[in-house]
């Protein structure tokens, strides 16, 4: 079985955790107060029929969940290793988030020599927020990335089908 480890990067309080707990079926309350990761959590799960591929098409899941807070960045080339891709969350809504999210690509992705097709965006939005599903003002290396906006209150079976679809 195909084996993968993904990075879940980004700014402290965009809503890693929650992504993360939502894509491993991973029971936390939804909403509870917000507690920052420590370093990284490590969630491990089989995913079923990626790409709408066939039963043999199941892969087994590490998705590094990090915290977004720079005292752990001395941690971070060993949080690299061995990383088959990276997905950086930011909350759209908040300026420095989408600033700091240059840092994240040029740290993780450059250094890493990944391909667009190995990294993705996606533009986390807080429950009703009032989410502006355009592209936001990105820098230009983060423009050839495919990004998806997530509110997992309002539309969280059609984040799984945009995940899977890019």
């Known amino acids: 079985m195909l084996k993968v480890k993904i990075l879940l990067i980004g700014p402290s309080e965009c809503g890693k955790t929650v992504l993360a707990n939502f ?11 917000y507690s920052p ?13 990626l790409g ?24 971070w080339p060993a949080l690299m290793k061995d990383s088959n891709g990276v997905v950086i969350v930011f909350n759209p809504d908040i300026p420095s988030h989408l600033k700091e999210a240059e840092t994240w690509y040029s740290t993780f992705i ?12 996606i533009a986390h939005h807080r429950p009703g927020s009032g989410a502006d599903t355009s592209r936001p003002q990105l820098a230009s290396q983060l423009n050839k990335l495919p990004l998806i906006h997530s509110n997992l209150e309002e539309d969280a079976e059609e984040l799984i089908k945009d995940l899977f679809r890019s």
Not at 23 to 33: H, K
Not at 110 to 121: A, D, E, F, N
């Open 110 to 121: 450059t250094s890493q020599s990944l391909l667009p097709g190995q990294c993705m965006l």
């Open 52 to 75: 709408g591929g066939t039963k043999d098409s199941a892969c087994e899941v590490e998705l590094w969940d990090c915290a977004g807070d720079f005292k752990f960045e001395a941690c």
């Open 23 to 33: 894509l491993s079926d991973t029971v936390e309350t939804v909403g509870a107060d």
């Open 37 to 49: 990761t420590q370093g990284v959590r490590i969630l491990e799960f089989e995913s079923q029929n």
